[in-house]
């Protein structure tokens, strides 16, 4: 099992580019989130999706949007991307027992 | 809305001594857990603590949880460099599936 997968590793946009982060998972779980983490200020979820066809706000979901494609993928997409939106994004899936999450390895953006 | 707090921010210790990393939580919650973050890595599960009086332990790492005064801790036995690492914890509330975490504990072990 691949676990969290996330693309692309690094990103580096312009002010006002748009862009898509992609999120699979394989584990079969039903819900998915998206965090950012930004230095000293551990991580703040941005969407998630409790299960297929359903998606909800989090803390920062301000500049953002989301996709649940189908129960194995989940898309944050930046509109028109902003600098205050350079970050490190995860994407995690959460197991339905304990629900414990399970971070994929995060994508690097970058906006000047 | 569930606010969590972790002390100390940053710890710095020397090899072989013990330390406790403490999080707080400010609603009811009966689900905590720690995470670890090695630099330009992603979070790694390390304890999923369920139940008042839960204890967990693996390596040099002791996870509890007490769901009473709203106190999780991760007790750090006889530190080793490898342990050298950011610490989250994060918890959920009881009617709830999202995770709040908190800031993180960047723990340095000194030779």
């Known amino acids: 099992n691949a676990g969290v997968t996330q693309t692309p590793k690094f990103q580096v946009l312009k002010t006002g580019q748009s862009m898509t982060l992609q999120c699979a998972q394989d584990m079969n779980h039903n819900s998915m989130y998206w965090y950012r983490q930004d230095p000293g200020m551990g991580l703040r979820l941005i969407y998630y999706?409790?299960?297929?066809?359903?998606?909800d706000k989090g803390e920062v979901p301000n500049g953002y949007n989301v996709s649940r494609l189908n129960k194995r993928e989940f898309s944050l997409r930046l509109e028109s991307a902003a600098p205050s939106q350079t970050s490190v994004y995860f994407c995690?899936?959460?197991?339905?027992?304990?629900?414990?999450?399970?971070f994929g390895p995060g994508t690097r953006l970058t906006v000047t | 809305e569930l606010k969590v707090e972790q002390n100390p921010l940053f710890l710095s210790m020397q090899e072989g001594k013990n330390y406790t990393i403490y999080c707080n939580y400010s609603?009811?919650?009966?689900?905590l857990y720690w995470y670890r973050q090695d630099p330009g890595k992603s979070l790694e599960s390390l304890f999923v603590?369920?139940?008042?009086?839960a204890v967990k332990q693996e390596g040099r790492l002791m996870a509890s949880l007490d769901t009473k005064a709203r106190l999780s801790t991760l007790h750090i036995t006889a530190a080793v460099h490898d342990l050298s690492a950011t610490y989250f914890c994060?918890?959920?509330?009881?009617?709830?599936?999202?995770?709040?975490f908190g800031e993180g504990t960047q723990l340095t072990v000194n030779p």
């Open positions: 999706s409790a299960s297929e066809g359903t998606t």
């Open positions: 994060a918890g959920a509330p009881t009617s709830g599936s999202r995770l709040t």
């Open positions: 603590l369920l139940s008042n009086g």
């Open positions: 609603t009811t919650s009966d689900r």
């Open positions: 995690a899936s959460r197991e339905g027992v304990s629900y414990e999450q399970y």
